[in-house]
């Protein structure tokens, strides 16, 4: 997306540059999570109308 929105005009390379350096660097709490990113992995993701399910999701 972002290489249409500069292709068009809408943005300028110089804008990013100015956001990205204004962002906090919160590196430090960083949280990982033990789960695969549908969208990278070659399958496995939930589908419509499948339930996620966790055994240590912190709910009773």
Do not use: N
């Not at 999570?33 to 399910?53: K, W």
Request: no cysteine; net charge negative.
């Amino acid at each position: 997306m972002r290489e249409r929105l500069l292709a068009a005009g809408t943005i300028a390379a110089e804008d990013i540059d100015a956001h990205t350096a204004g962002l906090p660097d919160l590196e430090g709490q960083l949280e990982s999570l033990p789960f695969e990113q549908p969208a990278l992995s070659a399958g496995g993701g939930v589908t419509r109308g499948e339930t996620l399910t966790s055994t240590d999701d912190g709910l009773e």
